[in-house]
């Protein structure tokens, strides 16, 4: 493990750590949870950096992107930028039209972890959020661990509040497994462990209607090249602009199981995820616009990156057929996601 300072942010100091073992080797920033770097080795014994991201660490900050970043305090839209608890309504900051995204532009993506614990294998971040923060009640102690195996990254997600409030966290990780980031992800093949979807409106937020996906190109059981299904014509994946969509998770709610798995498009490469999160939304970069350029010199171009963000459903808050983002005061919320590479 190698633990630095590489600069500040409003009078937070913020650090980079590596982990690093012969298979896999993280780099991790303090500032947004930040996964900079993450190396694995392929099947022919070759060295992938499979996230995009920047080599600066001043280019995470107030990004349009949420590119390598924890998110929250709720991850996903909240359609109208408000909910009630309790009787009790609570307005949140409108960042994407009407809807309110990823907790605001001051969420958990543009904001200062400290460093709580860093061994050989693994690094804790935390962030105090105060009540109030972003509109959200009360004040949310959250901790992230990222650590290694010898062939897996694990994020695992902890918090807790001193008043009932809404929590869904994840990770926004733009996922590219060739070997040369220049190109995109549309050769990729991507499996999906899900028999249903949760159906968005033009906002791209939930409409709280589930749909199965037999017969759409969002059917990814028997895995299916990425290109073959963004471009589809399919009213919701035009609602998307590719995949902008939360899948439902066929394992049992609250178990730990798969995801999701993406295989390069030489077949070097496989990426399996899993999870204890009832749904994940996969993105498929549509809105990357060439405007960015990352590690390397690559400029991100649409469909650059692909991201699984698992988590409970969209706009949850506001169905209660949906898994409940609320977290009762006291209530620890505990999450975890792995990411394994073959």
Known sequence: MKREQIGSVNACKVERVILENSRIAAVIFSYGGVLQSLKVKDRAGKTRDVVLGFSDFADYLDQGFYIGTVIGRCANRISGASFDIGGQAFSLEANEGPNHLHGGSHGFWNVSFEVLDAAEDFVTLRYLSPDGDGGY?????????????????????????????????????????????????????????????????DACSSTGRILSVEGTPFDCRQGARIGDRVFAEDSQMKKGSGFNHNYVLEKPLGTFGPVAEVTSSDGLLTMRVESDQPGVQVYSGNYLDNSLTGKNGEVYQPFAGLCLETQTYPDAIHFPHFPSPLLPQGKIYQRKTRFSFR
Do not use: C, M, W
């Open 137 to 201: 009640p009360g004040q949310l102690d959250t901790r992230i661990t990222f650590s290694l195996t010898e062939t897996a990254l694990r994020i695992d997600y902890t918090a807790v509040s001193n008043r009932d409030t809404v929590v869904n966290l994840t990770h926004h990780s733009y996922f590219n497994l060739e070997k040369d980031h220049r190109g995109n992800i549309l050769d990729e093949t991507l499996t999906l462990y899900a028999n249903a979807f949760t159906e968005i409106d």
